[in-house]
Structures are given as structure tokens and as C-alpha cells.
């Protein structure tokens, strides 16, 4: 479960860009699957997804009388994906680092410098100085996870990663149910990411509005590399982005 949880989220930082470039592709109206646009637009397939998409994408557009460009239009299925998946990894970084981060080592207390007379004098300053340096190099430990910076999603899914490996550092080992629930966290992530990149192996029936000019269900399956294909569960005809494959 370790090792799984952490290339979940390894993964998830590898895609990253991707959803970031997929953020702006102009919206179209389509169901399920890339490559199914065109059959899935021929059926006039509006979704909920679909219809939501439309109506945010009007109240972002801005009044025709003001000045300036109107902005371009973004993917709001994969704006969302993206606030909700980086959303939970913060907040999960956030929460794991305040029960298993160790807290910074204290440095020593303020004093007035003074002439180091004798051996003993120049024994002490230096084990002083020597404890600073340490708590200044701890306190900034790159390794550390910061509430106030590095606030990325990409930074989050490798440092909770790293947790997850256990990773050397300024930490305790994870419990079971820390592991647990971090693995909770990277399967619901991942499962999300991969969706709206269609690199998942998804399958899904059309609504009970849209059948089968034969009265049967449409099922839509695909992704994951996998050519986007619908069939009828009750004739059995096939559709792919090309057209009837089979009837």
C-alpha cells in the first residue's frame, strides 16, 4: 500500500502540466470521451456537466460596453478538478505535518558577546555558535512542509509522497491509519485527474433520454489509451468516432 500510495502521487504531480495545458482548450459540448465528440454531439448529449459548463462559462464572459479583450475561455471541468485536487492535497499536507513534523530545534538564548579570554571561553562560543547554525539550518530545512509557502499541488502530492515512503527528515514514521487515510486521499485524487484527462478506463451508460433508435441503452466506454467506443446493450449496434461500426 506504501509504495502504491506514493506513485499515485507521484503521478499525480506528473500530470500536473497536463491539466494545466488542458485548462485551456475552449469548452465543447460533448459527453464522454474525446474521441466521441462527434457521435455524442450528432445526439445532442447535454449533460449535467455539459450544461453547467455553458452557463459558468456566460457568467464569466464580461459586458460587451467594457473596454478590452474578453478573456479566453477555459475548461471549467478541469478548472474545477484542479481547485478540488489541490485543495485536498494542501489541506492533507497541512494537517499530516502538524501530527508528524518535528518541531524546530530551539537555538540558544540571546546573549551579549563577549572577549573569549580563555580556553574555556572559546569552547563555550563556539558550541554556541555552533548550536545556532544547527537550529537555523533545521528551522529551514527544505524538507519541511510550510503552511504560509510553497503552496503548490505539485509540491504537496511529492511532499505527502515522501511521507508516505518514509522519507528521511524532520519526521516520525506515519501510523497505520495516517498510511491509511493517505492512501484514501491519493486514489480519489488520481481517480479525479485521470477522468478529466480521459487516461482512465471508464465506462458509463448514457441517460434513459437518449437511447438506442432501437429502444436499448447506449454504454459509452473508453480511455486509458483505449479507442472511445458506444454500444447498444440491446441490438448490440457499435459506434466509434468514425461511425457505425457495427449494426
Request: charged share 25%; aromatic share 4%.
Amino acid at each position: 500500500m506504501t509504495t502504491t500510495t506514493a506513485a499515485q502521487l507521484q503521478q499525480i504531480a506528473r500530470h500536473w502540466p497536463d491539466l494545466t495545458d488542458a485548462l485551456g482548450t475552449p469548452a465543447t459540448i460533448a459527453g464522454f470521451g474525446l474521441g466521441l465528440r462527434g457521435y455524442l454531439v450528432t445526439l445532442n448529449q447535454l449533460d449535467r456537466f455539459d450544461a453547467e459548463e455553458a452557463a459558468a462559462l456566460r457568467a464569466l464572459e464580461r459586458s460587451p460596453d467594457q473596454l478590452g479583450a474578453r478573456p479566453v475561455p477555459i475548461s471549467l471541468r478541469v478548472h474545477d478538478t484542479m481547485r478540488l485536487v489541490e485543495t485536498v492535497l494542501l489541506d492533507t499536507a497541512d494537517r499530516l505535518a502538524r501530527t508528524v513534523q518535528r518541531a524546530p530545534m530551539q537555538p540558544p538564548k540571546p546573549s551579549r558577546a563577549a572577549v573569549a579570554r580563555t580556553r574555556a571561553d572559546r569552547v563555550f562560543w563556539e558550541d554556541r555558535a555552533r548550536r545556532a547554525e544547527a537550529a537555523r539550518k533545521d528551522a529551514d530545512d527544505p524538507r519541511r512542509w510550510r503552511e504560509t509557502t510553497g503552496r503548490t499541488a505539485i509540491r504537496a502530492a511529492l511532499w505527502l509522497s515522501a511521507r508516505a515512503l518514509g522519507a528521511s527528515g524532520p519526521f516520525r514514521p506515519l501510523t497505520e491509519h495516517e498510511h491509511r487515510h493517505l492512501a484514501t486521499v491519493a486514489a480519489g485524487a488520481l481517480g479525479r485527474v485521470e477522468a478529466v484527462l480521459d487516461l482512465a478506463d471508464i465506462r458509463r451508460e448514457l441517460t434513459a433520454a437518449h437511447p438506442c433508435p432501437c429502444g436499448g441503452t447506449i454504454e459509452v466506454y473508453g480511455g486509458g489509451g483505449a479507442q472511445p467506443v458506444a454500444r447498444c446493450q440491446g441490438c448490440g449496434a457499435i459506434w466509434s468516432e468514425r461511425g457505425v461500426i457495427a449494426a
